[in-house]
């Protein structure tokens, strides 16, 4: 199947990730974007191979552990990405981290005004169903309503040992904390080291019933 040919939604369910960025990189050129939390580099691999020149987006939360933003600059150098590294909000230091407040001034509003000041149409995330019940029906072509712009999310239908293949298969470098134990790697303060068996994510605002950040819910 090539890009031409996919040329609706259900097809793109059907599609290779590869298939559904080389769509989304024919269909919204220069207007797609690419967000990335940089707690590895399975996405930047797979978009950069098909879209080199596709800007990247890292949003530096100010909380961020020091080996995240040391993999920035590591990935950055291997891929020549077109990093853009967005600062948090100055009102930021008024929300304690752990609430939905502190992800709002530090990732959602410094995104959403990024979206907006560059005029992207569409989005590329990482997000999985498999990542937790919020995430288990998402489309791999959607509307993201919130910015009235298209959300891409190439490997929703991938597994965790589609992630893991993956990695293996490319030689992908990892995020130094993977070998420390760390499943999803978010801010410092309210990410900790998962226990054999535990969903990823267990360890992203472990104990609190906050699941997501913020970026990815309507
Ligand atoms: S993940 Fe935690 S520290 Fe980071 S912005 Fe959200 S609440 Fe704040």
């Not at 580099?41 to 978009?47: H, P, S, T």
């Not at 590329?124 to 489309?139: C, L, M």
């Not at 360890?203 to 906050?210: A, C, E, L, V």
Request: hydrophobic share 35%.
């Amino acid at each position: 199947m090539t890009a031409t040919l996919i040329n609706n939604t259900r097809d793109l369910e059907e599609a290779s990730a590869s298939e559904v960025i080389a769509w989304a990189k024919e269909t919204y050129s220069d207007k797609l974007v690419l967000a990335s939390s940089f707690q590895d580099c399975v996405l930047i691999d797979l978009v950069i191979n098909i879209a080199p020149d596709v800007e990247v987006v890292f949003i530096d939360t100010g909380m961020h552990f020091k080996e995240t933003l040391e993999y920035v600059e590591t990935i950055r150098s291997r891929y020549d990405l077109r990093l853009v590294t967005l600062q948090v909000d100055e009102s930021a230091s008024d929300y304690p981290c752990g609430i939905n407040g502190c992800c709002n001034v530090r990732k959602v509003l410094p995104f959403d005004r990024f979206l907006e000041k560059s005029g992207s149409r569409a989005w590329i995330s990482g997000i999985k169903r498999v990542d937790t019940d919020e995430r288990a029906d998402v489309p791999v072509v959607g509307w993201d309503e919130r910015r009235g712009i298209v959300k891409v999310n190439p490997i929703a239908s991938w597994s965790e040992e589609d992630v893991s293949s993956y990695k293996e298969l490319r030689n992908l470098i990892e995020h130094p904390l993977a070998a420390k134990g760390y499943g999803s790697i978010g801010c410092a303060p309210t990410t900790r080291p998962i226990e054999p068996g535990e969903n990823p994510r267990a360890g992203r605002w472990s104990g609190q019933d906050k699941t997501e950040c913020g970026l990815h819910l309507p």
